[in-house]
Nanobody, 124 residues
């Protein structure tokens, strides 16, 4: 059974940093692109960042570009999201996901596996 387990979310002050992790189990995703999405209360889930299997291509939402960095360690079957200069509007539940293939996408429709989410709260 495939499982994606996110961790690292917590309460942080504006301007602070957090590093989210997502560990996959049940199968390896060495050839699949992986991504992060987030959902704030009352809002739709939105794309945050994605990365190809070898890290050669990354994609970011405009709202996080320059502040967030996605990376992965295929040996550990884990994807990370380093979040710096956090803002209150970054408050959301963050989900990691794995695509059906090797290409990065911004649409959630292309992601077949999802974690349960981790809460990030940024106070002003």
């Amino acid at each position: 059974q495939v499982q994606l387990v996110e961790s690292g979310g917590e309460l942080v002050q504006a301007g602070g940093s957090l590093r989210l992790s997502c560990a996959a189990s049940g199968r390896t995703f060495g050839s699949n692109a992986m991504g992060w999405f987030r959902q704030a209360p009352g809002k739709e889930r939105e794309f945050v960042a994605a990365i190809t299997w070898n890290g050669g291509t990354t994609l970011y939402a405009d709202s996080v570009k320059g502040r967030f960095t996605i990376s992965r360690d295929n040996a550990k079957n884990t994807v990370y999201l380093q979040m710096n200069s956090l803002k209150p509007e970054d408050t959301a539940v963050y989900y990691c996901a794995v695509t059906y293939g090797s290409t990065v996408y911004t649409s959630a429709a292309y992601y077949g596996y999802w974690g349960q989410g981790t809460q990030v709260t940024v106070s002003s």
